[in-house]
């Protein structure tokens, strides 16, 4: 294809329109439920009150803000993209913002601002958990200011809403990449980000995994989740040209959102079945490697076990049963294989241990 051919086809996927408006029609959308912020986002898009204070001066000083970037959804309702923590500080400072249980937030107060020094303990409106506010003149200038809004339509296709939201986020502050995911999931579909929020909260599931409680908050098993999901029964040749693997598990939120009921309850029962036969046999031992010499198992969790025992398994589920014992005799004969001795995969990106670590473990449950 020519340049100009592809600039045409990209082209019509994306509709967009934009234009500025007030903060005072912005307010206005949010509080009448036409514009989604996410609630669910405002812990992983966190600013700290210095931020947020520098952010409410700027409005106060005319200084112009970057452009908000939204998506519109099927019923019209505009997801925000790019710009939830501006426009969370912005609504919390009005003291409209609401949790994801749709409770009111408490108003925000400014701290010590680089310019405005007097703008420190001043909140939109009088409370008693500020020492002023601002004057009804200066509410009217602050809501008066106004923020350009870029809008892709409705028309737009899920994968122009993908790259979009990645480009616009991927230099932002999320602290992992799948609190990303995350993100760019409910952007698309919040019943599937549940669907797989409730995956990833089974009980088997969290005692294999048995992961220090950081990780749990950057959503790592989540991450793990998507991997089982995505690589379970992905073609070996496609396993050996993965590449990035997080760009990989972003791509396949997509896939994720275009399944059904039908092929979602397919993936919960596997999913049910590899963990709940993981934990029988191996408890919160599972996903730690096994000293061959010693019998005990040490160290944090494994990737190469989750590779190895978790897809392994999970390639034959629920078709298969497995016995406890069948799965114990797999973890020996993993450890005890010379090629997955310790350190054998040091300095391997992740895409290259793939390569052995899943083939290998369907081969150790084949049999």
């Known amino acids: 294809m020519t340049l100009e051919s592809e600039l045409e086809l990209y082209r019509q ?7 500025p408006m007030s903060i005072s029609e912005i307010a206005n959308l949010y509080r009448d439920g036409e514009m989604d912020i996410h609630p669910e986002f405002q812990r992983i898009f966190r600013w700290s009150g210095a931020q947020r204070t520098k952010l409410i001066e700027s409005v106060l000083l005319g200084i112009p803000l970057p452009s908000i970037f939204v998506a519109q959804n099927e019923e019209g309702v505009w997801d925000v993209v790019d710009g939830v923590q501006r426009l969370s ?3 919390q400072f009005m003291g409209i913002l609401r949790n994801d249980q749709g409770e009111l937030v408490e108003p925000f107060v400014c701290e010590t601002a680089p310019f405005l020094t007097s703008l420190e303990g001043v909140a939109y409106e009088p409370f008693e958990g500020a020492s002023n506010s601002l004057t009804r003149a200066q509410q009217l200038d602050f809501k008066r200011s106004r923020v350009d809004v ?3 339509k409705r028309e737009s296709d899920n994968r122009a809403k993908y790259d979009l939201f990645q480009r616009l986020n991927s230099y ?10 995350n993100c760019l999931l409910v952007s698309l579909s919040r019943s599937h980000f549940d669907w797989l929020q409730d995956l990833a909260s089974s009980s088997d599931f969290e005692n294999v995994l048995s992961l220090p409680e950081r990780l749990l908050k950057e959503q790592y098993h989540l991450e793990l989740a998507l991997r089982f999901i995505a690589l379970r029964l992905l073609p070996e040749e496609r396993i050996s040209s993965i590449g990035n693997i997080g760009e990989f598990l972003s791509a396949e939120i997509l896939s994720l959102v275009e399944k059904g009921y039908a092929e979602l309850r397919a993936e919960k029962d596997a999913f049910d079945a590899c963990f709940k036969t993981l934990n029988e046999a191996l408890g919160g031992d599972a996903m730690r490697k096994l000293n061959p010499v010693t019998g005990r198992t040490e160290g944090a969790f494994s990737s190469t076990a989750f590779e190895v025992l978790a897809l392994g398994l999970g390639h034959y589920a629920p078709g298969r049963d497995f016995e406890a014992d069948e799965v114990q005799d797999a973890r020996v004969r993993l450890w005890n294989d010379p090629a997955f001795s310790p350190g054998h995969a040091t300095g391997q990106r992740a895409d290259q241990r793939m390569k052995r670590t899943i ?9």
């Open 150 to 152: 870029k809008i892709i």
């Open 359 to 367: 083939p290998y473990g369907r081969q150790l449950f084949s049999v």
């Open 89 to 91: 500080t912005i609504f």
């Open 13 to 19: 996927r994306i509709t967009t329109d934009s234009y």
């Open 172 to 181: 932002g502050s999320i602290a992992t990449p799948q609190e990303l995911r």
